[in-house]
């Protein structure tokens, strides 16, 4: 039972309640008002002040109690709501007796709290809500955690403090209530999406939905998460990327197209990565990879204006400028320049895998041409893009649903965008040609060994929506919670998702 796990300051709370309700009153109304916030209520008194006019601002507030003074027969308090912090100014002989009792014996920091009565200034000439009236909303049972000191208007005020990180994801309900920044960060990630729909939208995409549970995953390269739905005797998979659906789309004619949703991937967890994430995907028919470059660099840099007012942002102590143009590394010159291989000049795994050794690269024995080259990129090239960087022309074998450079088939038009040492996002001209992609399928299924996450399952109603005819399209992928670290300034992942996903308490123990 919960209250088993009370404290004995929590069973002191519960004893409040009960002695509430004893008393007739309510510590959980079913109804509240608010007929102004804290930021509204101040603003609307500061507006009648500067015009000098006396009429009472009449008020009801409602919020959680941060700060509770009794002082004899006068009491302030400081109340929060979603735009910011306000004082409560009780005294005695507008309130009576009894009433004053009632908020010093049942009311406690973290409360909620609804307060009527209208705005005046205090001799200390702070703007404040002369409580008429007031009731309790919600009582809380636990306090909130560990008190700092603040210094408000000469007084010591006591606000609660959570900096343990294991703690702060586990209940982001407390992390969010005692940290302001943490809610600050939600708040630009929700600017963020709408800036992304916004540039959307305004090229003329529409936004579509595409399965969650799908009978073959695909688009991308990771391990699913498998489900098995019971009256259909069907094993099926979250997925892992919207691309193979949204390009049927194309088929169907809608050229211009995204989605921004959640991918699954049963991988590793680290500082960029989460087996739960928000993704944005778009296609965009008649273009390609040059296109959807400049297109990118774009977006972003009106993401930041809109969500921050500038295109420079500071990550990891370092200011980056994500204006465009963005800089552009052709793959093979960024290999040559990090390492001094030239993969032209290796063009199998074996050769390539002699050469790393050469240079003490400590390549993963037995992988791939393209794994060997992607693991260059990761070790030498993606942590030292710290302003914008573009790196393009990619191996085939690790891009199977990009479409090959003219003349050159063992590469493919495909780009990935690095920002702040990290990769943002991933690109192709895409492949429309279903014999093709078949060739790539059935490649891919014997090149890599049935657990490798690289290996790319058949699709055959993917190639059968490919053979009514795809146009050439533009495709692209962003990782939404790294454009949000970059746009906060926050290096872990999880700092940006509400509730990251956590080993399980009882395997920590």
């Not at 809500?129 to 636990?142: G, H, I, N, P, S």
């Not at 573009?390 to 003219?406: G, V």
Request: proline share 6%.
């Amino acid at each position: 039972m919960l209250e088993e796990s009370f404290s004995e300051l929590e069973l002191t709370r519960l004893e409040k309640l009960r002695a509430m309700e004893e008393k007739g009153m309510d510590p959980f109304p079913t109804r509240a008002e608010q007929t102004h916030t804290s930021k509204e209520a101040i603003e609307a008194f500061s507006k009648a002040e500067a015009e000098g006019n006396d009429t009472p601002i009449q008020v009801t507030l409602a919020g959680r109690i941060r700060a509770l003074r009794p002082m004899g027969k006068i009491a302030f308090a400081h109340i929060d709501d979603r735009d910011g912090r306000v004082q409560l100014f009780f005294r005695i002989n507008d309130l009576g007796e009894e009433r004053m009792e009632m908020l010093s014996d049942y009311f406690d920091l973290g409360d909620f709290i609804q307060a009527s009565g209208y705005m005046f200034r205090t001799r200390r000439g702070e703007v404040s809500l002369y409580v008429e009236d007031f009731k309790m909303l919600a009582k809380a049972l636990r306090p909130l955690p560990a008190a700092k000191d603040e210094i408000v208007d000469g007084e010591v005020l006591r606000h609660a403090k959570l900096s343990d990180p294991e703690t702060r994801y586990r209940q982001r309900y407390v992390d969010l209530a005692v940290n302001p920044d943490v809610q600050e960060i939600f708040k630009i990630r929700a600017a963020t999406l709408r800036s992304l729909r916004d540039y959307l939208d305004s090229h003329d995409f529409i936004e579509v939905e595409t399965p969650i549970l799908q009978p073959i995953y695909g688009g991308a390269a990771a391990q699913p998460f498998t489900t098995h739905h019971n009256q259909l005797h069907q094993d099926l998979y979250l997925r892992i990327s919207f691309e193979l659906y949204l390009k049927r789309l194309l088929v169907g004619g809608l050229e211009r197209v995204y989605e921004i949703g959640r991918d699954f991937r049963n991988e590793g967890v680290s500082y960029k990565h989460n087996p739960e994430f928000t993704q944005l995907e778009f296609y965009w028919a008649y273009s390609d990879y040059q296109e959807v470059m400049q297109f990118t660099e774009e977006m972003i840099a009106f993401a930041a204006k809109q969500v921050l007012g500038s295109t420079k942002i500071t990550f990891d102590n370092q200011e980056i400028d994500l204006s465009p143009p963005w800089r552009r590394v052709e793959l093979r010159q960024g290999i040559l320049d990090a390492t001094g291989i030239d993969i032209d000049e290796h063009p199998d795994a074996q050769s390539l895998e002699a050469a790393m050794k050469a240079k003490n690269l400590n390549p993963n024995p037995g992988s791939t041409r393209g794994k060997l080259i992607d693991s260059i990129i990761g070790d030498f090239l993606e942590p030292n893009a710290i302003q914008p960087t573009f790196i393009y022309n990619y191996p085939r074998d690790i891009s199977p649903l990009a479409k090959s450079k003219p003349g050159d088939p063992g590469t493919v038009e495909r780009f990935e965008g690095f920002v702040g040492g990290m990769e943002l996002c991933n690109a192709f001209s895409e492949l429309n040609d279903p014999l093709d992609q078949e060739q790539r399928f059935l490649e891919m299924g014997r090149a890599y060994a049935d657990d490798d996450e690289e290996q790319h399952p058949m699709d055959d109603d993917y190639l059968n929506a490919l053979s009514y005819g795809m146009p050439p399209a533009g495709g692209f992928g962003i990782g939404v919670d790294r454009l949000v670290m970059l746009f906060s300034g926050r290096r872990s992942i999880r700092e940006v998702i509400l509730f990251p996903h956590l080993r399980s308490q009882s395997q920590d123990e």
